[in-house]
């Protein structure tokens, strides 16, 4: 194997069979030894968090599978943290792609004029960002894509008709066990001219409440494991 790519909580290998191997770490984003997802550094190590976020991808990536839906998935090793993927490239510099079911966030920071905290979205509200952290993640619209000659306008109409699937799924997986799904992150890529998830579906790109109360991503993935 031949390392590719050193990420943060990633490490990315090419295969002999022309996939590519993801290799999960214990290592977070944070501050001051918090963790937190929406940092852009890492800022702390849990032991057995990488292995815990594979498994939790493995859950999700097979229920899209059974519902029909392509992504990069290919299988995994729990033991050995890792997981086999289609080749893809991004969109750009990379994309993140935003479904938001309730308004929260920097939602509500950019339009708290227009909307209140907790707002539900009818139908889900999908919202794309540049990968830029100098620039704090900018806002583009499909045309903005499609003028840079990023995206096309049928690309990102894919890209989000699978986002509003995608993010249903798991919002129902999750009201399963008692708990609310708020808003998720996405990356896509593609793979021969066709747009398919990649990276991972972990509780660290999702915010969801029980009961009214945010759940920390460590204790959110305890429970989607161990239902």
Same mark, same amino acid.
């Given at each position: 194997m031949e390392k590719i790519y050193v990420g943060k909580t990633k490490d990315v290998f090419s295969l002999d069979n022309g996939n590519v191997l993801l290799k999960f770490k214990d290592d977070c984003t944070g501050k001051d030894g918090v963790f937190d997802p929406g940092e852009n550094s890492v800022g702390l190590t849990i032991e057995g968090i990488g292995r815990a976020n594979l498994q939790t991808?493995?859950?999700?990536?097979?229920?899209? #599978?059974?519902? $029909?839906?392509?992504?990069?998935?290919?299988?995994?090793?729990?033991?050995?943290?890792?997981?086999?993927?289609?080749?893809? #490239?991004?969109? $750009?510099?990379?994309?993140e792609v935003i479904c938001r079911l309730v308004a929260t966030g920097s939602f509500i920071r950019r339009y708290e004029e227009y909307i209140a905290d907790g707002t539900v979205l009818e139908g889900g509200y999908v919202e794309c960002t540049f990968k830029n952290d100098a620039k704090g993640d900018p806002l583009v619209t499909s045309e903005g894509l499609a003028a840079l000659g990023i995206m096309s306008k049928e690309m990102f109409e894919s890209m989000k008709e699978q986002t509003l699937k995608i993010t249903k799924i798991v919002a129902e997986d999750l009201k399963s066990i008692g708990l609310d799904l708020w808003d998720i992150k996405f990356e896509f890529g593609y793979n021969n001219d066709e747009v398919i998830l990649i990276d991972e579906i972990a509780s660290g790109n999702m915010r969801v409440y029980k009961d009214g109360v945010i759940v920390d991503p460590v204790e959110l993935t305890s429970l989607i494991l161990n239902r």
């Open positions: 991808s493995i859950h999700y990536f097979e229920l899209l #599978k059974k519902a $029909g839906i392509k992504t990069h998935y290919v299988s995994a090793n729990v033991e050995e943290a890792t997981m086999e993927v289609l080749p893809a #490239k991004v969109f $750009g510099h990379g994309l």
